[in-house]
């Protein structure tokens, strides 16, 4: 409990606080500690005067005022003690944090302590203060003294205490250097394969978008970086989208479906590493396509089914996109023209067969054109040939018109002669 004269001591520290800030606190503390002294000075009697005293004499009331100023007093030395803790712990946990970065770091990195003179004059100085028992300390202190004055030994003394800290200092920055460059090297690597994605990417875009003997250059190009890329989505459906190419191009029925199977396989690759991306969805569709078109009838319904699941993901990622819409078209077509006996087929491994009709492919042509008006040669064909087959003739003729007023696509001789197919049989 607070003695009096150890109130009033704090009570003038604390007023004096409110004006001067932390000198006021420091104050605070040093008439309590000077009071604590005082009254203990005494001894035991005279702390049993005071106790008896007290007995006989009843201290008058604090006021309200005093009682807050004691409270928060108290409030402030226990704050204080706290924060006494929490240095002290901050000063045990700096030891134990230091090696375990050097047991962490490993042998070879931890620091190394090197002698300097001012460790050298240190070890002196500590031996010339310790006396032996023997008595010939003495001589010893005496040569030691009279070697250095004490100025030049206070002197030394700051610049053995500042060289070291400075040497302690350095060593610490040695310990953390090599972790900072290590980071700081691996983001500057992460950076640079960053770089080089972009610019491969936009070449392969590029080559992508070329005549033929581009889009083979662009398949080699995202061959060889593979290995390095093989974890990136916007790499893989590029490679996959290139395999697609080269199947389109190859004319030997074998090499094509090589090109599907391998092609399949980097397009699940880019699924599984990025599921919301669109492009993935919408090469793996495509593959699938390709596939559908060799082996049994199995594999066919299979691969189709495939494609519809891929190509509703990849409309669901990006629903304005026309090609998605005429990819789905051409799948709902070829479904409405499916034989009895692979719709058998269909049944047995789905437990329902498709149920796409002319009507369905011709609205899924038609979003194209909404969504981009003459998006292209094939696009319109598809939609003449829905026309005819729903027994419109007047508007197949409208859309077999605007197919014939494209420029010839050498890219897709098969348009070329539908497109010439549907002329001749319109004018009939």
């Known amino acids: 409990m607070v003695q009096p004269a150890d109130s009033k001591a704090l009570t003038l520290g604390l007023l004096a606080g409110v004006g001067l800030g932390v000198a006021g606190l420091t104050l605070a503390v040093a008439l309590y500690q000077r009071a604590k002294k005082r009254n203990g000075a005494g001894g035991e009697p005279a702390a049993r005067r005071r106790a008896e005293f007290h007995n006989h004499l009843k201290a008058p009331e604090p006021s309200p005022r005093q009682a807050d100023i004691l409270e928060k007093l108290n409030g402030l030395i226990r704050s204080l003690e706290e924060v006494k803790g929490e240095v002290q712990s901050l000063k045990e946990a700096v030891p134990r944090l230091q090696e375990?970065?050097?047991?962490?770091?490993?042998?070879?990195?931890s620091p190394k302590k090197r002698s300097s003179p001012g460790h050298t004059a240190a070890k002196k100085r500590k031996r010339s203060e310790q006396v032996p028992e023997d008595g010939g300390g003495d001589a010893a202190a005496g040569a030691d003294s009279g070697s250095l004055s004490s100025e030049e030994a206070e002197s030394e003394g700051g610049y053995i205490t500042a060289h070291t800290d400075a040497e302690e200092e350095s060593e610490e920055e040695k310990v953390m250097c090599p972790t900072v460059n290590t980071a700081f090297g691996s983001s500057v690597q992460e950076d640079n394969q960053t770089s080089e994605l972009d610019a491969l990417m936009k070449k392969a875009d590029s080559l992508h978008e070329s005549p033929e003997l581009d889009k083979k250059e662009g398949f080699q190009l995202l061959l060889e970086k593979k290995d390095q890329f093989w974890d990136?989505?916007?790499?893989?459906?590029?490679?996959?989208?290139?395999y697609a190419d080269m199947h389109d191009m190859t004319a030997d029925i074998e090499d094509k479906k090589n090109y599907a199977t391998i092609g399949k396989e980097i397009a699940t690759d880019a699924v599984n590493a990025g599921p919301q991306s669109a492009d993935s969805h919408m090469w793996l569709a495509i593959i699938c396509g390709h596939l559908s078109e060799h082996g049994s009838v199995q594999a066919k319904i299979k691969n189709g089914a495939l494609f519809k699941d891929h190509i509703d993901k990849a409309i669901?990622?990006?629903?304005?996109?026309?090609?998605?819409?005429?990819l789905l078209g051409r799948w709902c077509y070829a479904a409405s023209q499916l034989t009895w006996l692979e719709k058998k087929v269909a049944a047995t491994l789905f437990n329902e067969a498709p149920d796409s009709t002319i009507q369905d492919a011709l609205q899924c042509f038609l979003k194209v054109e909404e969504l981009h008006p003459r998006y292209s040669q094939t696009n319109c064909v598809y939609i003449t040939k829905c026309y005819r087959e729903l027994g419109q003739p007047n508007n197949a003729q409208m859309w077999c018109d605007m197919a014939a007023s494209f420029p010839n696509n050498a890219e897709e001789p098969e348009t070329q002669e539908e497109l010439e197919h549907l002329l001749s049989a319109l004018k009939k």
């Open 100 to 109: 375990r970065m050097r047991k962490e770091l490993g042998p070879e990195r």
């Open 232 to 242: 990136r989505v916007e790499f893989l459906w590029r490679l996959a989208r290139a």
């Open 316 to 326: 669901e990622l990006r629903p304005q996109d026309p090609k998605l819409y005429h």
